[in-house]
């Protein structure tokens, strides 16, 4: 996945805490030029474009705003390489030109990735021939306000090198 110029991915994200929370990112990375993605939770949708020199936002159907001091965004790369460089396999199966990877991630890189986790998250990772990532599935739990929280987390990737230039938006 580090030498794939660009990529689209869609990944959604359940809470469940007695009552099911879910959000869904859905977006595109093109190298060297930037990252385009619309993030929904619940019936708010948030939609950014982050360029090198340039970062805007806005809510949908606001208009766009530009960031002077860009707070943390979502870098599904970053989190990517990190579950994929801290993954501790326990099986692996092949279907054709499809491979599929089990494991867990340590605590502490799940935290790093971006996961909340209060113990090991189970890991699948399928790839194609080309070592490409097609779908990375993650179930952890974790504690809010004193109750346990089931996290799962399922990315889709595709359209490898096949994304469009990244443009401003405004």
Do not use: C, N
């Not at 993605?37 to 970062?55: E, F, I, K, P």
């Not at 390489?81 to 054709?96: D, E, N, R, S, Y």
């Amino acid at each position: 996945m580090r030498t794939v110029r660009s990529y689209s991915f869609d990944v959604h994200e359940q809470l469940a805490a007695g009552r099911a929370q879910s959000s869904r990112l859905v977006g595109a990375v093109v190298r060297g030029e930037g990252l385009t993605y619309r993030l929904t939770v619940g019936r708010r949708t948030t939609q950014v474009v982050r360029l090198r020199a340039a970062t805007y936002v806005r809510v949908v159907p606001g208009r766009w705003s530009r960031l002077r001091h860009p707070r943390r965004l979502a870098d599904p790369t970053a989190s990517l390489l990190q579950i994929l460089g801290a993954l501790v396999p326990t099986g692996m199966g092949h279907a054709q030109d499809i491979t599929a990877v089990h494991g867990f991630l340590p605590i502490a890189a799940a935290a790093r990735a971006g996961l909340p986790a209060t113990r090991p998250a189970d890991v699948t990772v399928t790839m194609d021939g080309r070592r490409r990532v097609l779908a990375l599935d993650v179930t952890t739990k974790t504690q809010a306000a004193g109750r346990d929280v089931t996290v799962t987390l399922r990315a889709t990737y595709d359209a490898f090198g096949r994304v469009a230039r990244i443009r401003k938006p405004v």
